[in-house]
């Protein structure tokens, strides 16, 4: 199973926005509605962000929000604070119970 | 509160087996399924296996980077869930993190355990 494709960096300004793509096939994003998303800061633990595409846990701002099209999902972060700085993982569903997961984002707030 | 504790990591050399616990509390651990990751230096994340609730089997499944050399195990009893690791390798340095798994995401995460194998 490949890793799905993120780009290796982003960037805003604060109180801007930015989004970043995940792009699959059709054997996982494209399959299922079971795209989730995930927030590592250095050193630290990840935590959910979104899950089944576009749902937000608990807790996690509604500047966060996720979509997708095809085989390519995206997460998008308005209105970015400095807290947002991070690397970013998405995952999908893949069948026959195998997840896969992207080659991460750094996001830096500028 | 959902926690979840891995523990067991440490130094180990190459050829030789480790086992990683993770205590669970704060949730009833025999509902969920669990699932391990590992992160190595500098790299992505990178999902090893699951593990269902007894509900579904509680059956494990696997990537197929560790399928045959590592087991995942679970003891509803004292709310632990195992990643046994055999004949480990150099490449097998890592973080490991184990989660827990709900609607095809992974909700909670542990703070994670270093495994180093080097000689």
């Known amino acids: 199973q490949s890793a799905l494709t993120q780009p290796p960096s982003a960037s805003g300004s604060l109180g801007q926005s930015v989004t970043i793509s995940c792009t699959g096939t059709s054997g996982d994003v494209g399959g299922y509605n079971y795209v989730s998303w995930y927030q590592q800061h250095a050193g630290k633990a990840p935590k959910l962000m979104i899950y089944e595409v576009t749902k937000r846990p608990s807790g996690v701002p509604d500047r966060f929000s996720g979509s997708k099209s095809g085989n390519t999902a995206s997460l998008t972060v308005s209105g970015l604070q400095a807290e947002d700085e991070a690397d970013y993982y998405c995952?999908?569903?893949?069948?026959?119970?195998?997840?896969?997961f992207g080659t991460g984002t750094k996001v830096t707030v500028l | 509160e959902v926690q979840l504790v891995e523990s067991g990591g440490g130094l180990v050399q190459p050829g030789r087996s480790l086992r990683l616990s993770c205590t669970a509390s704060g949730f009833t651990f025999g509902d969920y399924a669990l699932s391990w990751f590992r992160q190595a230096p500098g790299r992505g994340l990178e999902w090893l296996g699951l593990i269902r609730s007894k509900t579904y089997g509680g059956t494990a499944e696997y990537a197929a980077s560790v399928k045959g050399t590592f087991i995942i195990s679970r003891d509803d009893s004292r709310s632990i869930a195992y990643l046994q690791m055999n004949s480990l390798k150099t490449d097998d340095t890592a973080v490991y993190y184990c989660?827990?798994?709900?609607?095809?995401?992974?909700?909670?995460w542990g703070q994670g355990t270093l495994v180093t194998v080097s000689s």
């Open positions: 995952s999908s569903f893949a069948g026959s119970n195998n997840y896969v």
């Open positions: 989660t827990r798994e709900d609607r095809l995401a992974f909700d909670y």
